[in-house]
């Protein structure tokens, strides 16, 4: 059973910065960040590969956002900058036992995190 607890969320003005942390708990294969704004479909953000550390995100992430994780400590961050208005959503934290190339392949999910960019 894996359990996953974000946390760095909150309300910053346009071209700020945050860190998201996800407090990981089980095995996992794969751990990703998916977005979802209000009235918008879950968007995936970032992805990571814990054998690896490899990582892949969505091409209008990259540049701005960097998912890391911490081994040892069991936590997976991104670090989000320049951010904007349209990064305005719930981040959540989830799981894959397979591949992260997908939001249907993710089997787990933290509560999420609230971001709200300000003009």
């Known amino acids: 059973q894996v359990q996953l607890v974000e946390s760095g969320g909150g309300s910053v003005q346009a071209g700020g910065s945050l860190r998201l942390s996800c407090a990981v708990s089980?095995?996992?294969?794969?751990l990703g960040w998916v977005r979802q704004a209000p009235g918008k479909e879950r968007e995936r953000v970032a992805s990571i590969y814990t054998v690896d550390d490899s990582t892949d995100y969505v091409d209008s992430m990259k540049g701005r956002f960097t998912i890391s994780i911490d081994n040892a400590k069991r936590t997976m961050f991104l670090q989000m900058d320049s951010l904007q208005p349209e990064d305005t959503a719930m981040y959540y934290c989830?799981?894959?036992?397979?591949?992260?190339?997908?939001?249907?392949?993710?089997?787990?999910w933290g509560q999420g995190t609230q971001v709200t960019v300000s003009s």
């Open positions: 989830a799981e894959s036992g397979t591949a992260c190339h997908h939001i249907s392949e993710m089997a787990y």
């Open positions: 089980g095995y996992t294969y794969c």
